[in-house]
T-cell receptor, first 117, second 111 residues
Framework: NAGVMQNPRHLVRRRGQEARLRCSPM?????VYWYRQLPEEGLKFMVY????????ESGMPKERFSAEFPKEGPSILRIQQVVRGDSAAYFC???????????????FGDGTRLSIL | GESVGLHLPTLSVQEGDNSIINCAYS??????FIWYKQESGKGPQFIID?????DKRQGQRVTVLLNKTVKHLSLQIAATQPGDSAVYFC??????????FGQGTTLQVKP
């Protein structure tokens, strides 16, 4: 009964490179959420996706960041031209349906720690 | 804007004692709240949730209390164990699905 799977667990990039973070939701879950966590802080919402649809991207920076959840395969969070300030832990969560409609908790993966040199 | 906050950044308790972790929220329209536990190097782990039509909900060794009048909720852990040491977050779920997290309280359990 696999949980939310994220890879890689650790990712090191140099400034200006691209970072791709992957998330496979729990089996049967069709809703994916991405969050960012800085040290000593709570998680900050970035984006909410369903298969092939972005539902809410109000937490995504306007530039360099994008997310997708294709019909087949994992959800991808992509950060282009990374800068030092992108260093953080990025968490993915999934739920079987929209939390707002069913009040079902989101289940989280163990995150990707992104370090920018 | 909406915010969720915890009252104390760190709580230190003796093993076997009860722990109470507090959280305040600002959005009166919030209708669903979740407590998560996060251990070092891991993702948040679901502990317990509560809907706004309830005042109290109990799980195994944990109880969540919700006071909508003052927009406050608390997590009570009975007979705290060393394995309970972690950072605890309350989160408020909006009707759009996204979670608004508080800053977290670090629970330290002394043997």
């Amino acid at each position: 009964n696999a949980g939310v799977m994220q890879n890689p667990r650790h990712l090191v990039r140099r400034r200006g490179q691209e970072a791709r973070l992957r998330c496979s939701p729990m089996k049967g879950h069709s809703h994916v959420y991405w969050y960012r966590q800085l040290p000593e802080e709570g998680l900050k919402f970035m984006v909410y996706l369903q298969k092939e649809n972005i539902i809410d991207e109000s937490g995504m920076p306007k530039e360099r960041f994008s997310a997708e959840f294709p019909k087949e395969g994992p959800s991808i969070l992509r950060i282009q031209q990374v800068v030092r300030g992108d260093s953080a832990a990025y968490f993915c969560a999934s739920s079987p349906r929209s939390q707002g409609h069913s009040n079902q908790p989101q289940h989280f993966g163990d995150g990707t720690r992104l370090s920018i040199l | 804007g909406e915010s969720v906050g915890l009252h104390l950044p760190t709580l230190s308790v003796q093993e076997g004692d009860n722990s109470i972790i507090n959280c305040a929220y600002s959005n009166s329209a919030s209708d669903y709240f979740i407590w998560y536990k996060q251990e070092s190097g891991k993702g948040p782990q679901f502990i317990i949730d509560i809907r706004s039509n309830m005042d109290k909900r109990q799980g195994q060794r944990v109880t969540v209390l919700l006071n909508k009048t003052v927009k406050h909720l608390s997590l009570q852990i009975a007979a705290t164990q060393p394995g309970d040491s972690a950072v605890y977050f309350c989160a408020d779920s909006s009707n759009t699905g996204k979670l608004i997290f508080g800053q977290g309280t670090t629970l330290q359990v002394k043997p």
